[in-house]
Nanobody, 122 residues
Framework: QVQLVESGGGLVQPGGSLRLSCAAS????????MGWFRQAPGKEREFVAI???????VYADSVKGRFTISRDNAKNTVYLQMNSLKPEDTAIYYC????????????????WGQGTQVTVSS
């Protein structure tokens, strides 16, 4: 049974940092694209960052230069380092995976985590 479990969310002041983790189990995802999405209250879920192959990445314009996605295939885990956080980054953050990166970029995945809340507020 495939399972994705996010952790690392919390309350942080504007300008602060958080590191999210997503641990995958049930199969090996080293050849899969893995990514992060977020959903703010009253808004649709949106793409944040995706990583595929060994080091290929793509980011939403809103987080480019502030967020960094990485993965440890030995641990079947993907990370999202978030720096210079802004109030508009407040959302529930989800990880997802798909063997086809072009589908994951569109938000298509059979596997989603339960989400972790990130709140940026003073």
């Amino acid at each position: 049974q495939v399972q994705l479990v996010e952790s690392g969310g919390g309350l942080v002041q504007p300008g602060g940092s958080l590191r999210l983790s997503c641990a995958a189990s049930g199969r090996t995802f080293s050849t899969y694209a893995m990514g992060w999405f977020r959903q703010a209250p009253g808004k649709e879920r949106e793409f944040v960052a995706i990583m595929w192959s060994r080091s290929s990445t793509v980011y939403a314009d809103s987080v480019k230069g502030r967020f960094t996605i990485s993965r440890d295939n030995a641990k079947n885990t993907v990370y999202l380092q978030m720096n210079s956080l802004k109030p508009e980054d407040t959302a529930i953050y989800y990880c997802a995976t798909n063997p086809r990166v072009w589908e994951l970029i569109r938000g298509l995945s059979d596997y989603w985590g339960q989400g972790t809340q990130v709140t940026v507020s003073s």
